[in-house]
C-alpha cells in the first residue's frame, strides 16, 4: 500500500483532517472528503454528482453519519465540527487505520475486538457512489444505524436551513429524495435484502445547523452550512459479511456492493496494465496513473458523443483549455491510453474560434471563454505529442485545416491583440484588464500578473509550433516553405530575450514599460519544449525532419544552462518552481487569506507542481544526468502522503516548509511528473 496510516495521523484531528481523499466517476462528479471524516470544505460530499456532464456538478449526498453497536455500546463513526468550535461527536478516535486501495479509501474501526472496513467507490460513467461496510473481526453482529444528509445545490455554495418541499418515496430498498420538484432525484439504496437486517425511518424536515467548514474559513469564504437529514437506515452486519449503501441520481444503479466494487478493481487494473508497458515503476508512480485517471472525464458533443476532456483540478476546477493540453501528453499518452488523447484532441477542435481555443466552460453552461494566449499553442504541441507517438496521420488530416487557422490568425492577428511581430518574429500579446498568461490572478478590473507584451513562453511555444507545422506539412506533402522561414525568423528574434545583466532571459519584451527582467519559471519552456530537447529524446523520424530543416535552437547551450542554473538556485523547491524569485520586491512566500490576499500571493512565489516537469526535463537535457533529474522528482512520492492523498497538489507556499494549498488534485502537476518520470527512463534505459 502506497498510502496508509495508522493512529499516528487518523487519531490525530489536525492530520486527519488536512488529508483528503477523492473518488470521481469519469462524467465529472466526485466525492471527497478527510480521513477524519469530518466536512470541512463546501466541496466535501459524498455525491457531488455532474448532471450535466462534465459540468453541472451537485451536491447531493453530504454526509453519512454511522452510529454502530457491538457488545451493547454505541460507537460513532464519524465526527463533526459545529460553528461554536465544538468538536462532537469524535469518531475519528475509533480509526485503527486508513490506506487506498487503487483510489478507493478504506478505513479500519477498532471496536473492543471487532474491526469494521469501511470503503467508498463510485462507478465508472454514472452519478453513483458506494458506501460499503464490511465486518471484518468481530464475535458477534454489529447493528449499524446510518443517517443520511442530504442536500441540492451548486458545488460552489453553501446552504442554510429552509422550508424545502422535499418529496421522500419509500422504495424495496431504500428512498427516493426530491428535493425540489424539478430537481433530479437522490435514490439512497442498499445491497440487502434480508427485512430482518435493514430497515429506514424517514424523520423529514430534520435539519442540522451549523457544520463548520474549516478549509473555508481559512480561505475567507463563507464556512457556516446546514444539511437535511432525510433518512436513517438501520443494519446488521454479521462477522464476515458487507452490506452497501448507494448513493445515486441514476434510477437503476447496481445494487449488489461486492460486483459493483469488483468493477472498479478490474477497471483500475486495466489501467496499470497499459502503463506497463512502458517498464517497471517505482510504487508511487504506478499511484499516480491511477490519479491521472480521475481527471479524465467525458464532454460528449452532438458531433463528438464519445467526447472527452480533462478536469483540471479537484475539487472545484472544471475543464480549461490550457490545463487539458498541457496535461494531455502525460495523463494520455505517456500511460499508453492515446485514443483519450485522439478524442480531446477531436473534441476540442469544435471549439477553435478566430484561431483561439477557449480557456475555460463556464460552470453555468453558456459561451465558451476565449481569453488565453498560450492554451492555443498547447494545443499545437499535445497535437505534436500524438502524432509523435502514434504516427496517426487520419487524424493529422482531419486537423490540418484548424492548424492553418491557428497559424493563420496568429499571423494576421486575433482577440486580445494576439499576434505575431513580423519585424522581430515574436509574439505579442495583451490589452488593459484581460489576463492572458498562465499566470492569470484578477482582482476585479485590476490583474496581478499583466504581462502585456512579448511573454517569453508565447515565443517559444509559437516557435515549437511553426516547427511541427512545417514538419506537418512535409507528412501530409503540403508546402512548407513559409512555415521554414517564420521559423528561422523567430529563432533570430528570440535571441532578444536573452539578458547580459543577469545571465537568464527576460520574462517578458517590449511591454508598457519596457522590458521585464523578473525572474520567473517561464523561460525554462524555451529549454524544456520538443524542439529544444536532446537528439535522444526525439523519434528516429523526427530527427531526420530536423536534419532537413535547418534546425537552429532558440538558445545557444551556455544559455540554456543559464536559463535551468537560475531557475535551479531561486526557484526550484521541493515540489515545483515558485512563480516569482524570492529576491524580488514583490515576492509573496506565504499563500492563504481571503481571495484578495490570495490571489496577490498566486504567481508572485507560490510554489507551482506543474512547471517541475519542464525543469526537469530541461535540466536533463543541460546535464545529461539522469540520476540528478529523477531525484528532483522524489519529493513528490511524499506529497502523496499529504493534503490529497494519493495525489498531486495544484500550489505550495513558497516559503519552507512550503506546505500544499490550492486544490488537492491537480490535472498538471499529476501529468507532468509522470511525463517526466517517463522521459527520463526512456533516457537512462
Known amino acids: 500500500?502506497?498510502?496508509?496510516?495508522?493512529?499516528?495521523?487518523?487519531?490525530?484531528?489536525?492530520?486527519?483532517?488536512?488529508?483528503?481523499?477523492?473518488?470521481?466517476?469519469?462524467?465529472?462528479?466526485?466525492?471527497?472528503?478527510?480521513?477524519?471524516?469530518?466536512?470541512?470544505?463546501?466541496?466535501?460530499?459524498?455525491?457531488?454528482?455532474?448532471?450535466?456532464?462534465?459540468?453541472?456538478?451537485?451536491?447531493?449526498?453530504?454526509?453519512?453519519?454511522?452510529?454502530?453497536?457491538?457488545?451493547?455500546?454505541?460507537?460513532?463513526?464519524?465526527?463533526?465540527?459545529?460553528?461554536?468550535?465544538?468538536?462532537?461527536?469524535?469518531?475519528?478516535?475509533?480509526?485503527?487505520?486508513?490506506?487506498?486501495?487503487?483510489?478507493?479509501?478504506?478505513?479500519?474501526?477498532a471496536l473492543a475486538d471487532a474491526i469494521l472496513e469501511k470503503r467508498i467507490w463510485m462507478q465508472q460513467g454514472a452519478n453513483t457512489t458506494y458506501i460499503q461496510y464490511r465486518l471484518h473481526r468481530a464475535s458477534q453482529a454489529i447493528a449499524l444505524a446510518v443517517k443520511a444528509l442530504v442536500n441540492y445545490r451548486d458545488y460552489h455554495r453553501t446552504t442554510s436551513a429552509g422550508d424545502w418541499p422535499i418529496s421522500l418515496e419509500t422504495l424495496e430498498r431504500g428512498v427516493c429524495v426530491t428535493a425540489f420538484p424539478k430537481s433530479a432525484p437522490l435514490y439512497l439504496l442498499t445491497d440487502v435484502t434480508a427485512e430482518a437486517k435493514f430497515r429506514v425511518s424517514t424523520p423529514l424536515y430534520n435539519w442540522h445547523y451549523g457544520f463548520d467548514l474549516a478549509a473555508e474559513r481559512r480561505r475567507g469564504l463563507d464556512c457556516c452550512e446546514d444539511h437535511l437529514h432525510a433518512a436513517t437506515f438501520h443494519l446488521t452486519i454479521e462477522p464476515g459479511q458487507s452490506l452497501t449503501l448507494i448513493a445515486s441520481s441514476e434510477k437503476n444503479p447496481q445494487l449488489v456492493g461486492d460486483a459493483a466494487l469488483e468493477s472498479r478493481r478490474a477497471y483500475e487494473g486495466e489501467l496499470l496494465e497499459k502503463w506497463s508497458k512502458a517498464g517497471a515503476s517505482p510504487d508511487w508512480i504506478n499511484q499516480l496513473v491511477l490519479a491521472a485517471d480521475q481527471f479524465i472525464v467525458n464532454r460528449p458533443s452532438p458531433d463528438e458523443p464519445e467526447g472527452k476532456t480533462i478536469v483540471a483540478g479537484y475539487p472545484w476546477f472544471s475543464d480549461w483549455g490550457r490545463d487539458t493540453m498541457i496535461s494531455l501528453p502525460g495523463l494520455t499518452i505517456s500511460t499508453g491510453r492515446s485514443e483519450i488523447a485522439r478524442s480531446i484532441l477531436r473534441t476540442f477542435a469544435r471549439y477553435v474560434d478566430r484561431g483561439m481555443l477557449p480557456n475555460r466552460f463556464p460552470d453555468a453552461g453558456g459561451a465558451p471563454e476565449y481569453n488565453t494566449a498560450d492554451a492555443t499553442l498547447w494545443y499545437v504541441e499535445a497535437i505534436r505529442a500524438y502524432i509523435d507517438a502514434t504516427g496517426d496521420d487520419e487524424l493529422l488530416s482531419e486537423l490540418w485545416p484548424t492548424l492553418c487557422e491557428i497559424a493563420d490568425r496568429h499571423i494576421k492577428g486575433t482577440r486580445y491583440n494576439i499576434r505575431l511581430d513580423p519585424d522581430d518574429g515574436l509574439i505579442y500579446a495583451g490589452e488593459a484588464g484581460v489576463q492572458l498568461t498562465w499566470m492569470d490572478a484578477k482582482i476585479g478590473d485590476w490583474v496581478v500578473t499583466p504581462r502585456i507584451g512579448k511573454p517569453i513562453e508565447l515565443s517559444a511555444l509559437w516557435y515549437n509550433a511553426i516547427q511541427a507545422m512545417a514538419s506537418f506539412a512535409r507528412k501530409l506533402g503540403k508546402s512548407h516553405n513559409e512555415y521554414d522561414r517564420l521559423a528561422d525568423r523567430t529563432a533570430a528574434g528570440f535571441t532578444r530575450f536573452w539578458n547580459d545583466s543577469t545571465g537568464y532571459c527576460y520574462d517578458v519584451l517590449d511591454g508598457p514599460d519596457g522590458h521585464d527582467s523578473s525572474l520567473r519559471p517561464n523561460q525554462i519552456f524555451a529549454v524544456s519544449l520538443p524542439c529544444d530537447l536532446s537528439a535522444k529524446s526525439l523519434s528516429a523520424g523526427e530527427l531526420r525532419v530536423k536534419e532537413t530543416h535547418r534546425y537552429t535552437p532558440l538558445l545557444a547551450q551556455y544559455r540554456r544552462r543559464g536559463v535551468v542554473d537560475s531557475c535551479a538556485q531561486q526557484l526550484l523547491t521541493s515540489f515545483g518552481l515558485r512563480s516569482l524569485s524570492p529576491e524580488h520586491p514583490q515576492y509573496r512566500g506565504e499563500y492563504g487569506g481571503d481571495q484578495l490576499q490570495r490571489d496577490r500571493a498566486y504567481h508572485q512565489g507560490t510554489v507551482w507542481g506543474w512547471p517541475i516537469g519542464a525543469f526537469v526535463l530541461a535540466h536533463l537535457d543541460v546535464y545529461k544526468n539522469p540520476a540528478q533529474a529523477r531525484e528532483f522528482l522524489a519529493p513528490m512520492a511524499h506529497h502523496l502522503l499529504a493534503g490529497g492523498v494519493g495525489s498531486l497538489g495544484e500550489i505550495f507556499e513558497g516559503d519552507a516548509p512550503h506546505s500544499p494549498r490550492g486544490c488537492t488534485a491537480q490535472a498538471w502537476t499529476v501529468a507532468e511528473v509522470l511525463r517526466a518520470w517517463l522521459a527520463i527512463q526512456r533516457t537512462d534505459g
Open 1 to 109: 500500500m502506497v498510502i496508509a496510516f495508522g493512529r499516528e495521523i487518523c487519531c490525530n484531528l489536525d492530520s486527519a483532517e488536512s488529508r483528503e481523499w477523492l473518488v470521481t466517476n469519469g462524467i465529472g462528479g466526485y466525492a471527497s472528503g478527510t480521513i477524519a471524516n469530518l466536512l470541512a470544505r463546501r466541496y466535501h460530499g459524498l455525491l457531488v454528482a455532474a448532471l450535466k456532464p462534465p459540468l453541472g456538478r451537485t451536491l447531493m449526498l453530504a454526509k453519512l453519519d454511522e452510529t454502530a453497536v457491538y457488545g451493547d455500546r454505541p460507537y460513532p463513526l464519524y465526527t463533526n465540527r459545529w460553528a461554536d468550535g465544538t468538536i462532537e461527536p469524535h469518531g475519528y478516535k475509533y480509526i485503527e487505520s486508513f490506506h487506498l486501495e487503487g483510489t478507493t479509501p478504506v478505513w479500519r474501526f
